[in-house]
């Protein structure tokens, strides 16, 4: 297993994973499947009012500096949408650049 692992660069455990998936399921154990991750919690008209909310900026929304973190975001989304986000990764650490939020980069992070 280690060196099947160093041979094609990753961990010995998912050689061992690999292994016993083709064991136990044939040849189908090694397909690809897709995983979904986390199930969306706002609506899609909620997703897109947060959208035009982020693009106003924080200030808009009576913060003291116009720039979005994780908690601000989860903060507006649970005042204005009643959606309790407990902890969001790392959203954005820095001052964005006026109407640079896209639906491609908030999104991505499954509100």
Known sequence: MHEVGRRLGCAPSSVMRWSHARDEHGDSGLEVRFSPGRPVRLKPGDRKQLLRMLQL??????????HWSGARIADLIKREFHVDYRSIHKFCDTTPEPNSFNEISVFRHRF
Do not use: E, M, Q, S
């Open 57 to 66: 900026g924080a200030r808009k929304h009576g913060y003291d500096a116009d």
